[in-house]
């Protein structure tokens, strides 16, 4: 059995505000303790923000087929398969 451990500061959540406060408190001086059900990061790094800019910076790539073309480049798009892109996104992930 552990013993109870006294805290100055404890943060329930390690998104990008709580590891970045509790950081922030530890340099201060403060014995922080940070609390978090699920992964560090939060949604942001593990399902929002990081995989969807992932997937914009695919389709991004994808119109560029275009400006390829425009340069005379022929290009055959049959060939997209969105089941990699998932994966490419999954793979961005913090897991």
């Given at each position: 059995?552990?013993?109870?451990?006294?805290?100055?500061?404890?943060?329930?959540?390690?998104?990008?505000?709580?590891?970045?406060g509790?950081?922030?408190?530890?340099?201060?001086g403060?014995?922080?303790?940070?609390?978090?059900?699920?992964?560090?990061?939060?949604?942001?790094?593990?399902?929002?923000?990081?995989?969807?800019?992932?997937?914009?910076?695919?389709?991004?790539?994808?119109?560029?087929?275009k400006?390829?073309?425009?340069?005379?480049?022929?290009?055959?798009?049959?060939?997209f398969?969105?089941?990699?892109?998932?994966?490419?996104?999954?793979a961005?992930?913090?897991?």
């Amino acid at each position: 059995m552990s013993t109870p451990s006294t805290y100055d500061l404890v943060i329930i959540g390690a998104g990008p505000g709580g590891y970045v406060g509790a950081i922030r408190a530890s340099q201060l001086g403060l014995k922080t303790c940070v609390v978090e059900k699920d992964k560090c990061g939060g949604v942001c790094l593990n399902w929002g923000c990081i995989p969807s800019k992932n997937l914009i910076h695919q389709a991004q790539t994808f119109a560029e087929i275009k400006a390829l073309e425009d340069m005379g480049v022929e290009v055959n798009p049959d060939g997209f398969d969105y089941g990699i892109v998932q994966k490419n996104r999954e793979a961005s992930r913090s897991d």
